[in-house]
């Protein structure tokens, strides 16, 4: 019996023939590691940019967005849970779309880009590499929206075809990724520098979890962090917790906690930062660090304003506002 | 009188032979558990490969190897080797 150890994430498994990793997708059949839903979504949608959410690039277009079952994380508060908490063979509902498919798909529906999301796509990652590739080379963006548990040396290789990074940061302690998600802090903050060492556009998000993870001085630490490590223009958005999965006995997230974190945040450098999942909150708007110029008007997904001038400048007082612009 | 003790002497000697072994095999069962937990990447899940085969084999699923993983050596499978 030939067992395998996986080199792809932190977790490490060693895999047993006839098993699968603690993902539930990559599987050992014969002695050979097999990555079940290459080629197989079960989540095909097209998306705003801002649903990702990405704010600070390419804001107002359209992305081709797909997830295949398994995560490599097991959040109690998992909002995508029924694709995430499953493997292929547990899932009816599959699309299947080599990439060269889902390219032409893309294109065909004018896309901006492909979005590779819903479960984490680390463990759909061979997939994403060959479609990213072709989406690249057929000048598509490529959005990789994960919670950035994955090793450095296969994260450095993807990031050669990766355009935009939405990386998850749960929160800034260690106890509440064992307690909550089953994993670790540590290699998630290594990722989230390698995304910016390789040159990957990135923005952060953060699920302000009532009781959870909502303390300020822990998120002012954070915050400190980002600022140090990915550099104070790097967005970081406060997003509104909904109770849903295993985590239905607490209650939706005060908006005065998101505004809380939001100015504890500003406070401590950061010059982008964001409210989500509370529509027309002023905080979903983009505003000029330097004047307070309204640059992007945001409610919802939807812009109802953009002031950015062509080349991205500030029209009051021609700051290069940080993104990847129109 | 005597026979009576010595009933109730090998009852005894039965029923704390019985308990020491359920305490042995609780220990045994936590100590398993602790070294599974404390051998770093043990994580797997068992699951109905035939299963999985039958829907590889109608194209549901896909049988693509993947990247970014090695034989396990013996240390890494827990001294069983690969």
Redesign the interface.
């Known amino acids: ?8 994430c932190p ?6 023939e ?5 993902c ?1 997708v ?2 050992n ?1 014969g ?10 979504p079960s989540a095909i949608h097209i998306d705003p940019m801002e649903k990702k959410p990405l704010y600070h690039f390419h804001p107002g277009t359209q992305v081709f967005s797909l997830g295949t079952a398994g995560c490599n994380l097991h959040c109690l508060n998992c909002q995508n849970w029924q694709l995430s908490q499953r ?3 547990e899932i009816e509902e ?1 699309y ?1 779309a080599e990439p060269a498919e889902v390219v032409a798909a893309a294109q065909g529906e004018r896309c901006r880009g492909v979005a590779y999301t819903y479960s984490d796509p680390v463990v759909f ?2 997939y994403v ?1 060959d479609t990213a590739t072709l989406a690249r080379a057929a000048g598509l963006a490529n959005v990789f929206v994960t919670a950035a548990y994955i ?1 450095r040396e ?1 994260l450095r290789r993807l990031c050669r075809v990766l355009d935009a990074a939405h990386g998850d940061l749960k929160a800034f302690d260690d106890g509440f990724y064992r307690r909550v998600s089953g994993a670790t802090l540590r290699p998630v903050l290594d990722a989230l520098v390698t995304f910016r060492e390789e040159g990957v556009w990135i923005e952060i998000i953060n699920l302000v979890i009532p009781t959870l993870n909502d303390d300020l001085a822990m998120i002012r630490r954070m915050a400190r962090w980002i600022v140090a490590e990915l550099g104070a223009d790097t967005p970081l958005h406060f997003s509104r917790f909904q109770p849903q999965y295993r985590m239905r006995n607490l209650p939706p997230t005060p908006v005065e906690t998101l505004r809380r974190a939001r100015a504890e945040a500003l406070d401590a450098g950061l010059r982008y930062v964001y409210v989500g999942n509370v529509q027309g909150d002023v905080g979903s708007s983009t505003y000029c660090p330097r004047d307070g110029t309204l640059l992007i008007g945001r409610s919802g997904f939807t812009i109802t304003d953009y002031k950015l001038t062509a080349e991205g400048r500030c029209p009051t007082c021609n700051d290069k506002i940080p993104g990847v612009w129109l | 009188m005597i026979t009576l003790a010595r009933h109730w002497h090998r009852r005894d000697v039965r029923f704390l032979a019985l308990i020491a072994m359920t305490a042995l095999l609780i220990a045994l069962h936590l100590g398993e558990g602790l070294r599974l937990a404390a051998r770093e990447g043990s994580g797997h899940r068992v699951i109905d490969v035939k299963a999985l085969e039958r829907r590889i084999d109608a194209g549901d699923l896909s049988d693509r190897e993947a990247d970014w993983y090695h034989l396990a050596t013996p240390q890494e499978s827990g001294g069983g080797g690969p």
């Open positions: 019996m030939s067992a395998v150890a996986c080199e792809l977790r490490a498994c060693v895999i047993p006839g098993a699968a990793g603690d539930r990559r599987v059949i002695g050979k590691l097999r990555a079940t839903t290459y080629g197989r493997g292929g063979d599959v299947p990652y061979e590499e090793n296969p």
